[in-house]
């Protein structure tokens, strides 16, 4: 009995560490042509209301025309903020691939 509630207890931990894991990508023109990949991390207060840095994907894309932009909550992000969230700073991942 003891084994089942620990596996579903690690089963809902998964589930809600895991569903914080989140992808979104943007195709500008013809999308990424090449390998040139450019990635920088978004600071936020207040669980993502206030932004505390710039994040420009059209400067970090630079002269290029075709590129893909990908903004993700990845693990590394999850666990980072895990900590700071305590008061209240979180983090995601931005790439920009040319």
Known sequence: MKAVSKAAAL???LVLVLS???THVHQVGDGAQGGQVEEAVQWYALWGLIELNEVS????????EDYTITTQYTVVDA???AVTNYVTISRRTVMVEQ
């Open 11 to 13: 089963a809902l931990v």
């Open 20 to 22: 914080g894991c989140v």
């Open 57 to 64: 994907s059209n400067e970090m894309a630079g002269d290029a």
């Open 79 to 81: 666990l980072i903020s």
